[in-house]
């Protein structure tokens, strides 16, 4: 029987935060150094060739900005070569390149590492803050990503978890997390919204509360989409300005840009406050000449809410796109749930309301509400725990096979319940064959190749036999978490077949 207590974890794009629940079942935040609740998700090697993560690294990023790492979140089981390693590229200053499994590998300090690795080491920051609060080890944890991860990214958050040996016994979505923090010990019987904008993404999800019963019905979101973008907005904006009136594109000049991205988000977060905001930057750069010149500018909210209008529509296409999944209208919707630092923005605020008819509530703390789920799910998995929760989520993307014209055969289709099973009959189509090999996919699209590729599964030890004439029994297996794990058996004996999997991402 463990001892140990199971903390929770919201391991976020830009800051990370962890709680638990006390022995006297409160749910308590665990603070870093005795003040700041979250813990900046970055990780930095300085010029000595030391480690800095959090806000050591934080502290440093401005003078150090190639070997400082932030937002890798969003590079989590990503593709080298697509599109948005190319958008990420232009954004950041730490280099990326193509690792062996067409993944990003990143160099930091003239070190090689994996995006594992540097999730590793933000899990193990909080994991050792944490111990140190609460004076005991901790080795497991309750940790939350993106409702709308797919199954790679999911399975990467475990792996990096192993990576630093802290068993991450469950993974639950972040809006279904911040669900627990508002309805949990309630006695609720209400549908809520939970829309999410982080630092870097976007979830919305509908969930129906019945007490201690938290059921999602429907999930959709978008990985590349959050407050980074919203800063960006600006960025362009302020480099245009400076190109139009000097001539010089700073973008090629790591520290200018990390001063402009610093100044852009703490802008955008004034704005949130106030009507209108300096942009004052001095010797951002310096002439042929050798003269310095500064940024002067100013940023009206009118402005900020002008240049991230769209970002703020696409928010709002994915609500109305759940909602139809959900099969359910605005009127059937009990309370608005405000999660992730971005709600903080006046504009989100009013168009909510617009959309729903009535404002979102304030019924969870935007930046905490993670962190708290994820802890009082923990305390529902503890050996001695008297909280029951049962959570039934769903897939977010379609799960499902290539077929021979590279057509997308769904197993199981976005919005299905989770853990959930399916077998599908499958035969061989040369004489003698084998084995069977099929890709799996995860995604919205008719074609395989517009989806993320899961694995190529091959399942051997089939009879030899004339082309078509002996079955085999595949198992699809899709756990709470949202991972996916399949076998074959052959109906006939009932044996199982020897699964091999191969992770090759194209
Ligand atoms: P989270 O991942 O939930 O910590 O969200 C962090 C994001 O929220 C960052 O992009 C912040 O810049 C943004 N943010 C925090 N506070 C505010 C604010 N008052 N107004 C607008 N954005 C904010």
């Not at 990503?78 to 954004?91: D, I, L, P």
């Not at 990096?160 to 923090?181: Q, Y």
């Not at 949202?482 to 004996?493: E, Q």
Request: contains cysteine; neutral net charge; aromatic residues 6%.
């Amino acid at each position: 029987m463990h001892k140990e207590p199971i903390i929770g974890i919201d391991l976020g794009t830009t800051n990370s935060c962890a709680a638990i629940v006390e022995d006297s079942g409160n749910v308590k935040l665990i603070p870093y150094k005795g003040g700041e609740y979250t813990i900046p998700s970055i990780f930095a090697i300085d010029d000595k060739g030391n480690e800095l993560i959090g806000f050591e690294a934080k502290r440093q990023w401005q003078l150090n900005p190639r070997n400082t790492v932030y937002g890798s979140k969003r590079l989590v089981g990503v593709n080298y070569s697509s599109e948005v390693v190319g958008t990420m590229k232009k954004a950041v200053a730490y280099n990326m390149r193509a690792g062996t499994k067409n993944d990003v590998t990143l160099d930091v300090g003239k070190k090689e590492f994996s995006l594992q690795e540097i999730s590793a080491k933000i899990l193990g920051k909080i994991r050792d803050v944490a111990s140190n609060y609460l004076k005991t080890p901790i080795k497991r944890a309750v940790v939350t990503v993106p409702a709308y991860f797919n199954d790679r990214q999911r399975q990467s958050v475990k792996d990096a978890g192993k990576l630093i040996d802290l068993e991450v016994v469950r993974i639950i979505n972040e809006p279904t997390a911040a669900a627990l923090a508002y309805g949990v010990g309630k006695t609720l019987k209400e549908k809520v919204v939970i829309y999410d904008l982080g630092g870097g993404t976007f979830d919305v999800s509908i969930i129906e509360i019945r007490d201690r019963v938290f059921e999602v019905k429907a999930t959709g979101g978008d990985v590349f989409l959050g407050g980074i973008d919203f800063d960006n907005a600006i960025i362009h904006h302020v480099l245009k300005d400076f190109a139009a009136k000097t001539g010089i594109d700073l973008a090629t000049d790591p520290v200018a840009m990390q001063r402009i991205k610093d100044l852009a988000e703490r802008t955008k977060i004034d704005l949130s406050a106030r009507e209108e905001v300096p942009f004052n930057i001095p010797f951002i750069t310096m002439t042929a000449q050798g003269q310095p010149l500064n940024i002067e500018m100013k940023f009206t909210r009118k402005m900020l809410e002008q240049l991230t209008n769209q970002l703020v529509d696409r928010t709002l296409q994915m609500v109305a796109r759940v909602l139809v999944d959900s099969g359910l209208s605005t009127k059937d919707i009990d309370e608005v749930m405000l999660v992730g630092g971005q709600t903080r923005m006046p504009v989100v605020q009013d168009r909510l309301t617009k959309f729903f008819g009535k404002p979102p509530s304030k019924g969870v703390h935007p930046d905490e509400a993670v962190a708290i789920g994820a802890a009082l799910y923990a305390h529902s998995l503890e050996d001695n725990t008297n909280l029951r929760i049962q959570l039934l989520d769903v897939i977010p993307m379609a799960i499902g096979l290539e077929r021979g014209d590279g057509g997308f055969h769904v197993v199981f289709p976005r919005n299905a319940s989770i853990p959930n099973a399916k077998q599908l009959l499958a035969t061989t189509s040369i004489d003698n064959q084998t084995e069977l090999a099929m890709r799996i996919y995860q995604g919205d699209h008719d074609t395989v190749a517009r989806n993320d590729l899961l694995g190529e599964f091959t399942f051997s030890g089939i009879m030899p036999a004339k082309a078509g004439t002996v079955n085999v029994e595949i198992i699809f297996d899709v756990s709470v978490e949202g991972i996916l794990t399949m076998r074959a058996k052959d109906p006939a004996t009932g044996r199982e077949m020897k699964t091999t999997v191969r992770v090759t991402q194209s």
